[in-house]
C-alpha cells in the first residue's frame, strides 16, 4: 500500500490507487469516508469525473468543524473533484454546501423563515464564511447568535480557531 498524508489525515491507497482507509482523529467527516472514498481515484465514475482530492477534503474538515452533523442528510462527490453536503432541519431549515478544487466553495441555505442566500468564492473570502456561519446558526438555535458570530479577519485564524 502506498500512504499520502496531509496535516491530519492519512488516506490509504491500494495496489489499484483506490482509497481503502481513513485514519484521522477526531475528523467531522471520519463517519462519512465509504459516502465518498470511492471517488478518490480519477474517472470513479466511469465518464471521466476528477479525483476528490486531499485539499478537498481537509478544506471540507475544516470547514465542517462546527456544523452541526446530526442534521446532515447527504454527502456526496462532484463529478468535478468536490465533496457536496445537504443539511436539513425537522423545523425546515435547508443548507447545501459544496467545497471543491481550488478552495472553491459553494454555499446556499434558506431558513424556516424564507429568508435565503447563495454564493459561490473561495474558502478565504469572509462574505462566504460569515453567511455559512449564518445558515448554520438556525441548526444551533440554542447556542445563541454569538456562537457563530462573524469569524476572524483571516480565514486562517477562524479554522484554526474553530478546531
Known sequence: MNPTSSNSSVIQL????????????????????????????????????????????QLAEDLLRLAPLKDLVELNPGRDGSLSFVWESASGNYLYL???????????????TGETWE?????SDQR???EMH???????????????AAPPSSNANWLAAAA
Do not use: K
Request: hydrophobic content about 35%.
Open 14 to 57: 491500494d495496489t489499484t490507487g483506490r482509497a481503502s482507509m481513513w485514519f484521522a482523529s477526531g475528523s467531522p467527516l471520519d463517519q462519512f469516508f465509504h459516502e465518498y472514498c470511492h471517488a478518490m481515484t480519477p474517472n470513479w465514475d466511469g465518464r471521466g469525473a476528477s479525483a476528490v482530492s486531499e485539499q478537498v477534503v
Open 98 to 112: 459544496d467545497v471543491g478544487p481550488n478552495d472553491t466553495v459553494h454555499l446556499f441555505y434558506e431558513t424556516e
Open 119 to 123: 454564493g459561490v468564492s473561495v474558502a
Open 128 to 130: 462566504i464564511i460569515r
Open 134 to 148: 449564518r445558515g448554520f446558526a438556525f441548526f444551533h438555535p440554542q447556542r445563541g447568535p454569538d456562537y457563530f
